[in-house]
Each structure stands twice: as C-alpha cells, then as structure tokens.
C-alpha cells in the first residue's frame, strides 16, 4: 500500500509561483511512475506531469511545458512539482498519484496510477 500526502497549495495571482510537495510512503523504486493530475470544477482530471522512479525521466502536458517542472529527491520519498508563470486556468485542485509501472507505458492514464493523495488546492487570480 502506498500512501501520499500532497502540501504546498495556495492562492497567488497570475505570474506568481507555488511549489507542491508531495511525501511518499510504502512504494518500491523499481520501475515507478509519479503523477501530478488536476481537476477544475466540471472538468475531467487531467495529467499535469509525471516522473520515472528511479531512472527520473519526465513528462509534461503540453499546457504547462515550460513553466511547470517535477522533480523528486528520492533520500525524502518526496516528489515535486514546481509551478511558474501561473495563469488563472492553472486553478484546480492537485493531486499526486503513483502507479506501480513505468511512466512510459501511460504517465498520462488516470485509470492505472492506483494511489492518490487527498489533493492541494491551487488558485490563480488575474
């Protein structure tokens, strides 16, 4: 069993940045995949980025290439996802997710990351 726990959420206004953070526990770093998704009010939840375990292979929506970055310090069990340029259709709520293969096979497939956490609250104001 994994569980995670996201933190690092907030209000900023546009332009601004935040960074999340999210703590890991229970996972096996072989082969690997953590997720960052987001989901707006009446909207799907979408992949934001994601990043290998161990290899550190990354991953991005087209929408957040070149603003966002995810990293991970695997001495912490901690994955990050770091957030500039904000714009105020950024505003959702994001979650972390793990799935126990590598990201390549679907970094992006809501349906196989198995593990979620409770999710973080970011808003964007223009």
């Known amino acids: 069993q994994v569980q995670l726990v996201e933190s690092g959420g907030g209000s900023v206004q546009a332009g601004g940045s935040l960074r999340l953070a999210c703590a890991m526990s229970?996972?096996?770093?072989?082969?690997?995949?953590m997720g960052w998704f987001r989901q707006a009010p009446g909207k799907e939840r979408e992949g934001v980025a994601a990043v290998s375990i161990p290899g550190g292979r990354t991953y991005y929506a087209d929408s957040v290439m070149g603003r966002f970055t995810i990293s991970r310090d695997n001495a912490k069990n901690t994955v990050y996802l770091q957030m500039n340029s904000l714009k105020p259709e950024d505003t959702a709520m994001y979650y972390c997710?793990?799935?126990?293969?590598?990201?390549?096979?679907?970094?992006?497939?809501?349906?196989?990351?198995?593990?979620w956490g409770q999710g973080t609250q970011v808003t964007v104001s223009s």
């Open positions: 997710a793990h799935q126990w293969r590598n990201c390549i096979y679907g970094w992006y497939d809501v349906s196989a990351y198995k593990s």
């Open positions: 229970g996972a096996l770093y072989i082969n690997n995949c």
